[in-house]
């Protein structure tokens, strides 16, 4: 119980800690957000009267308690440009990026850990030398030059995927799935590869140690030791491996969501940017932090699922 409580301390710490930062930031920045809505040119009775209803003449620290308060009661503010509730634009875009980022983990996880698997069972050898270059090139190579290596082979050349557009799951699954899967698969290629690395190496390591040997001493055949022994051990350094390429998934949908016209978050994130949409803008930054540090508390519960000794330690 201590465990959780502190874990659970940490996250409420850290959420508050990501508010304050999020909150100067946006303060701090240079130009006027009322100028930006209305312009240089606007009315000085106009630009006042926006500056109010933004709060902007009020003192900083009113200003992040009254943001924090109406946050916490679920009262997200409304959008400067998009003249609607936050909390309404974030649940309209929200499935978009969720069903990527699922679809880009599934494919991470579905490809990496059989691939780190196979190329630690076969070290040294061809196939394994070949994958072995494949990671190196899916690290080195930027998810959004690999979309535009995807659109022009999958979409323009062979014409099996959209090129851009996102079609809702109510309305044709399959075509969802088919709008979805190259954006996917540009943001899972770099992930692929890092964990194919990380399992591959913590396997050749696990496959060393004392336990694998009495475990074939004890006639067990070497499948049922890599899989109900060795793998299980090799995965408590993949589940962080995992839980940072949720954020970089995150992080990396703003660009590929831009490169296939995906009404999602990171279309949204960059759009209010430009625009100064500050009650949008702090409210997106401040949900992708707090999916972030809610991820690893779920990878920290993990660890004791996966691995009872770390139940054990204090």
Request: contains cysteine; hydrophobic residues 50%; aromatic residues 10%.
């Amino acid at each position: 119980m201590r465990f959780y409580i502190r874990k659970l301390a940490s996250l409420g710490s850290t959420v508050l800690l990501v508010s304050v930062i999020t909150f100067l930031v946006f303060q701090v920045l240079p130009g006027d957000p009322a100028e930006i809505v209305l312009g240089v040119d606007a009315d000085p009775h106009q630009l006042a009267e926006l500056r109010q209803t933004m709060g902007l003449d009020r003192p900083a620290a009113e200003r992040y308690w009254t943001w924090v308060k109406d946050t916490a009661a679920g009262d997200f503010g409304q959008s400067l440009r998009y003249h609607r509730s936050v909390a309404d634009i974030v649940a309209e875009r929200l499935p978009v990026t969720v069903s990527l980022a699922i679809l880009s983990l599934g494919l991470t996880l579905l490809i990496g850990i059989p691939l780190g698997v196979y190329i630690a069972r076969r070290d040294g050898k061809l196939s394994s030398l070949l994958l072995s270059a494949f990671t190196q090139l899916g690290l080195a190579v930027p998810s959004f030059w690999l979309a535009f290596i995807l659109i022009l082979v999958f979409s323009v050349t062979f014409k099996w995927f959209p090129t851009y557009g996102y079609v809702p799951w109510s309305e044709n699954p399959a075509q969802a799935f088919r709008s979805l899967f190259l954006p996917s698969l540009a943001l899972a290629v770099p992930g692929i590869a890092v964990v194919i690395r990380y399992l591959r190496n913590t396997l050749l390591d696990q496959l060393r140690m004392d336990y694998v040997r009495t475990a074939r001493s004890k006639g067990l055949r070497d499948r049922i030791v890599l899989y109900r022994h060795i793998l299980r051990n090799s995965l408590v350094p993949v589940l962080t491996i995992i839980g940072l390429l949720i954020a970089d998934t995150l992080g990396g949908s703003i660009v590929v969501e831009n490169v296939f016209a995906l009404p999602g978050l990171g279309n949204l994130l960059i759009t209010s940017i430009g625009t100064r949409d500050l009650p949008l803008l702090q409210t997106m930054v401040l949900y992708i932090a707090v999916i972030v540090v809610c991820i690893n508390f779920i990878v920290d519960i993990l660890y004791r699922v996966i691995d009872p000794r770390i139940r054990l330690k204090r």
